[in-house]
């Protein structure tokens, strides 16, 4: 009878172990699932916009300039740059789209750029992916720049697609053959005349014939060297 009350009280004790073990084990998946939305919720903020400078930079009610990751619009006038093609273009469907609207950003490993602007992926409530969007339209080419990769590939497949059907910037394209140094480290390219082209390391350098070529390799142009890289793109041969 003892031997029998023994085992009881054993059983009991590792049933009550037992059951304080799952109670904690509930109470440490619900702090999980808390402390995983409550991330998922900080990543999920929504910012209004209030102004647009361009095509790929805007500033949001809280005063934060963003710029645009992984993508170069045209530039529009401003100091003593005149308007490139398409600049315009770009800020127009720019502001139709973020203007006094919600948007969710994105950040990938480098947050902010030397001028203090935070650097970001756009994303619209319908989850428009904003700066593939721009690429796919052909209003910016894209802008390989370290460490911000995240989406990459997948911004220079978008370009490749409006290249291909020859959308915006990239319609009734026409150019002469010339050669252009390019880097594989930066993923800029120059003018072979141009001084910064020869300090790109021999092993690091690669060539092409034409503009063309090097935007669809995922190459963008030295702002320095190649100034006038559109003036050419909206004539008909």
Known sequence: MTEFKLRSA??????????AFDIRRLIF???????TSAACASDQTWFT???VNDGDTIVLTNGNRVRYIGINAPEIDHDRQKAQPYGYQA?????????????????DQERHDRYGRLLAYIFLPDQTFLNEYLL???YAFFLFRKPNLKYSQRLLKA????????KGMWSNWSEKKNQYVASRNSRRFHMQSCASARNINQRNR?????????FKSGYAPAGGCIKEFWSYASKKD
């Open 10 to 19: 054993a059983t009991s004790f590792f049933a009550v172990q037992r059951w």
């Open 91 to 107: 800020k127009s469907i720019n502001t139709q789209l973020v203007l006094n609207r919600k948007i969710r950003l994105e950040f």
């Open 49 to 51: 916009v209030k102004w």
């Open 159 to 166: 370009q490749r697609e409006a290249m291909k059907y020859g």
């Open 206 to 214: 690669t060539y092409f014939e034409t503009k063309w070529d090097a």
């Open 136 to 138: 796919q339209e052909g």
């Open 29 to 35: 998946s619900i702090f999980l699932i808390l402390f």
